[in-house]
């Protein structure tokens, strides 16, 4: 296989500064389920293979798979959580979706955000768990679909990034954080690194020159905790994750205080790489929905923090839209991490 193609031979070149385009605003007729906007992210080729296959069944001793057996859903989902976090609402989430399907699905964990990204750009993954931030690269429009938008506990399909310090920090402001520890979540992360990134760049300011330190530490419950104990004075996490560690963390989240909201971010889409079968898609579709009707699926969206799902509308578009504009406006000013 050539550098730069996936395993169909289609190009999935690197992402280019110069191209600034929406996927909001792609023709419809090619997307099921009347939907109209894609994925994409900062894809930059293929990297090595550190995601983590998560065993739905630890300990089995491995099967020979009938000659009649449909081939596995590949399900990728970026660390939000930290990994034992993800793990296990991934692996519940892929046996409720198996069992609907009566088909296997394969739960992988990413290394990384970019790691999910790369495999769904490379045909390595059929349905994607991803950051809002995955539709800053438009190329991807043509590679992968939206299937559903989940609707997001307390916001529905939106969400925000929160400013987090200790509880007794007097910071009023990000403006008040000069000189302190900052962490971020990873460089994809729209809440955990792109808005205070765009926050600071407003300022003309760049993390490293108004940050004591900075670091990632790649999932944002870990944020929430380093905040908690006081190993960082400051970090970006996603509101939904906020709200749920919280609520699992009473004692911790006593010594947490918001500094800042960020506006409204559109909910991240469930994709599906779209050399998936129209059949696929359509059972993925009903067994998504399925998971609403049952307290078991119920409890599984709750640690997730789903509460359900809609179709993207057209208020959804539109926030892509403005979506893809913060990112462009801000890799023009070269205020991003390449």
């Not at 550098?3 to 996927?23: A, N, T």
């Not at 090619?30 to 550190?50: E, H, K, N």
């Not at 009023?172 to 765009?198: H, M, N, Q, W």
């Not at 050399?275 to 119920?298: M, N, P, R, W």
Request: glycine fraction near 8%; include cysteine; proline fraction near 7%.
């Amino acid at each position: 296989m050539k550098p730069g193609m996936g395993q169909d031979g289609r190009d999935v070149q690197p992402f280019h500064k110069g191209e600034e385009l929406s996927c909001a605003s792609r023709a419809a007729a090619r997307i099921p389920f009347g939907m109209t906007v894609a994925i994409a992210l900062l894809l930059f080729g293929c990297r090595s293979q550190g995601y983590t296959s998560v065993s739905m069944n630890p300990g089995a001793p491995k099967a020979s798979p009938a000659a009649t057996e449909p081939s596995p859903i590949r399900l990728g989902l970026a660390p939000i959580l930290s990994v034992q976090g993800s793990a296990e609402a991934l692996t519940a989430l892929c046996q409720a979706l198996s069992s609907h399907m009566g088909r296997p699905v394969t739960p992988l964990l990413g290394g990384d955000y970019r790691e999910i990204n790369d495999m769904l750009g490379l045909g390595q993954l059929d349905v994607g768990i991803v950051c809002a931030g995955a539709y800053a690269d438009p190329r991807l429009c043509r590679l992968c679909e939206p299937l559903l938008v989940p609707l997001l506990i307390g916001s529905g399909p939106t969400y925000q990034s929160y400013l987090v310090v200790q509880a007794q920090n007097p910071a009023r402001s990000l403006e008040d954080l000069k000189g302190a520890s900052f962490e971020f979540t990873d460089s994809l992360s729209l809440t955990g690194y792109i808005f205070p990134v765009a926050r600071l760049c407003a300022l003309r300011q760049k993390p490293g020159a108004f940050f004591r330190t900075v670091a990632f530490s790649h999932s944002h419950d870990r944020s929430l905790s380093m905040v908690a104990d006081g190993s960082v004075d400051a970090a970006a996490v996603d509101s939904t994750v906020f709200k749920v560690w919280t609520a699992n963390h009473p004692r911790q989240a006593r010594h947490l205080r918001i500094l800042e909201r960020s506006e409204p971010f559109p909910a991240p889409p469930i994709v599906v790489e779209d050399q998936l079968s129209s059949s696929g898609k359509e059972a993925l579709h009903a067994a998504f929905l399925d998971l609403t009707s049952t307290k078991a699926g119920q409890a599984i969206l709750k640690e997730i923090g789903w509460t359900g799902f809609q179709q993207p509308d057209a208020l959804w578009h539109r926030r892509m839209d403005h979506l893809n504009r913060l990112y462009g406006n801000l890799r023009a000013k070269n205020c991003l991490a390449s």
